[in-house]
């Protein structure tokens, strides 16, 4: 007996006889894509954000309402913080309100 084995005789001894072939690559044709409809636009709830505003200190201040769609005060008084300093230096959060 020779021990001089091939490749392909060591790959079967190892791992047995392939069991099937690699399956062959089907092409389909893509279906159209459905576009979703847009729904209605439905209720949210906003929320009224007061500030008062100014860039001189214990200076002249003016209000300015921001309104925000989340239902958070939290992210709203933020979300309105943030824009207003980029105008003003000086910003004051007078009252968060429901819309």
């Known amino acids: 007996m020779s021990t001089d084995l091939t490749e392909e005789e060591m790959r079967r001894a190892l791992f047995g006889e392939p069991q099937a072939t690699a399956p062959e690559l089907v092409i389909e044709e893509p279906t159209k894509v459905v576009k979703k ?5 439905t209720f949210t709830s906003r929320l009224r954000v007061t500030l008062r505003v100014g860039n001189e200190f214990e ?3 003016q209000e300015v309402v921001h309104e925000a769609d989340t239902l958070s005060s939290l992210v709203a008084e933020q979300d309105a913080r943030r824009i207003a300093r ?10 968060v309100k429901s819309l």
């Open 37 to 41: 409809k847009k729904l209605s636009k």
């Open 59 to 61: 200076g002249k201040m």
């Open 86 to 95: 980029k105008k003003f230096r000086f910003v004051e959060v007078i009252s």
